[in-house]
C-alpha cells in the first residue's frame, strides 16, 4: 500500500511516559482505492538519544528511506509540534513541507491565555 501510494503524508511526535522514559513515533496518513484515509504507525519506540534536530531527523530518515523505502516523490509533508527539536529536524524539506499540528497551537494558545503554563507574573 505504501509503495503504490502517489502521496503519504506524516505525522511525528515525541512524549515523555509517566515512567519518565521517551517515546517517539511515526506515522503514514494515505488514501485507499475508495479515498478512505488509511493511517498507519510506522515506528513507535523508546528514543534514549538527546532530543537534538539531527537525532530525530537521522530517526525519520532511516524510517522512510531504509526500512519502509518511500520515495521523495511521494512524501506529502510532515506534520509535529512546534518544538524547536522537532521544527528543526523535519524543515529541511526532506520530508516534504512541515506543517505545525493545529491541536498543539491551540491547546498551547488556551494554556498560555488561560496562564495555565505558568503564574503570571504579579508585578
Not at 26 to 52: G, I, N, Y
Not at 85 to 110: E, K, Q
Request: with cysteine.
Amino acid at each position: 500500500l505504501l509503495k503504490r501510494a502517489p502521496g503519504v503524508a506524516f505525522t511525528a511526535d515525541i512524549w515523555k511516559s509517566g515512567a519518565r522514559k521517551y517515546y517517539i513515533s511515526l506515522t503514514a496518513h494515505l488514501f485507499d482505492k475508495d479515498f478512505e484515509v488509511v493511517p498507519l504507525v510506522l515506528s513507535l519506540r523508546q528514543f534514549t538519544e538527546r532530543h537534538l534536530a539531527v537525532n530525530i531527523q537521522s530517526f525519520i530518515k532511516f524510517e522512510l528511506d531504509e526500512k519502509f523505502q518511500i520515495m521523495p516523490k511521494q512524501r506529502a509533508g510532515i506534520t509535529t509540534d512546534c518544538g524547536r527539536d522537532m521544527v528543526a529536524a523535519t524543515s529541511n524539506g526532506l520530508f516534504g513541507p512541515r506543517y505545525a499540528c493545529i491541536a498543539h497551537v491551540w491547546n498551547n494558545v488556551v494554556k498560555n491565555g488561560l496562564c495555565l503554563w505558568s503564574p503570571p507574573n504579579s508585578t
